[in-house]
Structures are given as C-alpha cells and as structure tokens.
C-alpha cells in the first residue's frame, strides 16, 4: 500500500492521468525528503536557519536603498541552496515557520544596520501558505513592533505565480498588508502569468523584473524589459531589475530608465557581519564581494 502511494503521487507529479510503476528509486527518495524535512525542522526549532542580505541599489546614486532577506542552511557538507529546502519547507507547512524565523532574524539585523544607516529597508520574501493564514500578519506586525522598527521600514515579496494561482483570496490578504503600513513587491515578474487587469488592482508598489529577462539583454533582447519598464511607469510602480550580473546589463537597464538593481554585479547576499562593512566601504560598491556559497 505504502509503494503504491509513492507511485500514485509520481504519476500525479507528472501531470495525473497516466500509469506510474513503483522503483525503489522513488522510495529512496521519499526517504531522502523526509531526512530532509526532518532536520529542517529541527534548523527552525533551534534558529540555526540563517538570513542572509542582498542589497538593492538605486541606479542614479550607487547607494543601498534596501535589501533582500534570504534564508540560508549550513548542513555538514556545506550550505543547502534554498532551491532544495524551500520547497521542501513549503509542502510541510514548515515555511510558516521558518519564513517567521527569517523575519524575526531580518527585523534584529535591520535595528543593527539602521544605526549606520537608518535609510536602508528590508524585504522578506513569503510564501502563499504564510500569506494565506491570517495569524502570519499578526506575528509580523508583532515582530517589526518589537523592535520598534517604523512598518515601512520593511516590505514583503510576493512571486507573481503565487498571487496568480489564489488571486482572490490573496488580494484580500495582500490588501491587510498595505493596512498595516507594509509595501508589497511583486517577485520574478513575467514569469507568473498574471492578467494585466488583475496587475491593475494588485497593492503592490514594486515589480521585480525576473533574472530571465535580464539574461536575455546580453543577447541583444531588451524587449521584455523595455515592455516592464513602460507597464510600470503607467501603474506607477517602481522596478528593480534582479539577477544583474554584468555592466552591460546594468548600463542598459539604467539607459532603459530602470531605478533599482540587485544582483551579483554588485552584491552577493551576504550575512550581517560583511553586510555591515560593504555598506562601509560602499564609496567602491562594486569592488565589495559578499561571500554566497555558492559563489
Ligand atoms: P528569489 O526571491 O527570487 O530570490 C532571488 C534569488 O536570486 C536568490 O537566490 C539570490 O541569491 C539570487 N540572485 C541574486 N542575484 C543574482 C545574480 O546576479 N545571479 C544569480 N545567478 N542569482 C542571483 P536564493 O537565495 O538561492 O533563493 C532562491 C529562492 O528561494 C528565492 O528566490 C525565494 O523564492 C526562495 N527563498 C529564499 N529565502 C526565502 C525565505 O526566507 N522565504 C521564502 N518563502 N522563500 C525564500
Ligand atoms: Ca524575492
Ligand atoms: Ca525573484
């Protein structure tokens, strides 16, 4: 019965409506998950789970405007790239969690960087099943209160397929947010096959432009940003072009009229102790190399 389980949800995760035998591969990797899961959840319980921060730069300045909180899992053979554990957390419900522990995390290193540097704001990324769930919002208003940070010193990002699949619900939660007193982004946009009239009644105040349409300008396509960049400025909403890895790319997109980049050019995420001094020797942005571990 159990074989036939793990085969019923390989056929499903192939897109339902076909015949999957049962190998012991796939029982392996059940088993490989679940290790996974567990010790996860026991990075989570224990807040061993770190946030790390990539700046956003303002083009016109060269200065840090804000960062991006991303978790980072230091296992015993190296760090886990979240693309393995994110949507491992995100099947288990233990994203609600972990993206609170992250938030919690982000809003102490944000008291720390704002006595240097009080203009600088940062960004959690959530997940749909934490947008979901009312209680999430309550805990966040909490944990940016507690450290007595002001709301809009702090936004959230939501990825566009997200918003997409569960419109409805979510635009009624993301609408709480934006009562609250936080702003809201748009993450990996193009990507999510949103409709432009639904983009119209989003409360989001950013797009972010996804790595993919970025990539394509070193090939000579600037079309998709080009078309990003008119969209946003007629629903007035800023841009901040993410994955930005050459000075081409970054020349262009400031010529485009782009305001805010992130990306490898100018910074890798890095964890708060190489945060704080980039941000010192930020006169040289570009010369200033965090240390992603998967660099
Ligand atoms: P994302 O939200 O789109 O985050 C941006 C990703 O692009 C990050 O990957 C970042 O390290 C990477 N990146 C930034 N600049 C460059 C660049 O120039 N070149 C390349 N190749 N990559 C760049 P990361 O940290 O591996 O995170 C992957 C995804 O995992 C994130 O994508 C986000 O969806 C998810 N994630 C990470 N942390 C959290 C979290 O705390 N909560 C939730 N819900 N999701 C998270
Ligand atoms: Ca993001
Ligand atoms: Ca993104």
Redesign the pocket.
């Known amino acids: 019965m159990r074989n036939a389980d793990i085969a019923k949800y390989a056929a499903k995760a192939e897109g339902k409506n076909r015949c999957v035998f049962f190998t012991d591969q796939m029982y392996q990797r059940v088993q490989e998950r679940m290790t996974m899961e567990q010790a996860l959840r026991l990075a989570v319980t224990n807040e061993s789970l770190e946030a790390w921060f990539?700046p956003v730069v303002e083009l016109s300045t060269g200065r840090v405007v804000a960062l991006?909180?991303?978790?980072r899992w230091l296992r015993e053979d190296g760090y886990c790239?979240?693309?393995q554990f994110?949507p491992i957390a995100e099947e288990s419900d233990l994203?609600r969690a972990?993206?609170l522990l992250?938030a919690k995390k982000s809003m102490a290193a944000l008291v720390v960087i704002r006595q240097t540097h009080p203009q600088i704001t940062v960004g959690?990324?959530?997940?749909v099943r934490q947008l979901r769930s009312r209680q999430t919002l309550t805990r966040l208003c909490e944990l940016v209160d507690g450290q007595h940070l002001p709301r809009d010193s702090v936004h959230f990002?939501v990825?566009e397929s997200d918003v997409a699949r569960d419109f409805l619900l979510l635009e009624e939660h993301l609408n709480l947010y934006v009562q609250a007193g936080f702003s809201l982004h748009l993450?990996?946009f193009g990507t999510g096959q949103s409709s432009l009239h639904r983009l119209q009644g989003l409360p989001v105040s950013t797009l972010k432009i996804d790595?993919s349409f970025v990539d394509l300008i070193d090939s000579g396509d600037e079309r998709f940003v080009k078309t990003i960049l008119l969209l946003s400025e007629q629903l007035g909403l800023a841009v901040i072009a993410?994955?930005?890895?050459t000075a081409h790319q970054r020349d262009r997109l400031q010529a485009l009229g782009c305001q805010f980049i992130?990306?490898?050019?100018y910074a890798r995420?890095m964890p708060l102790p190489d945060l704080l001094k980039f941000l010192t020797n930020q006169a040289e942005p570009a010369l200033a190399q965090g240390s992603?571990p998967r660099s």
């Not at 959690?124 to 997940?127: E, Y």
């Not at 993410?242 to 890895?245: A, D, P, Q, S, T």
């Open positions: 990539q991006e909180a991303l978790a790239p979240p693309d994110i994203i972990l993206g992250i959690v990324n959530l997940s990002e990825t993450d990996d790595k993410e994955g930005v890895e992130q990306g490898y050019f995420p992603d």
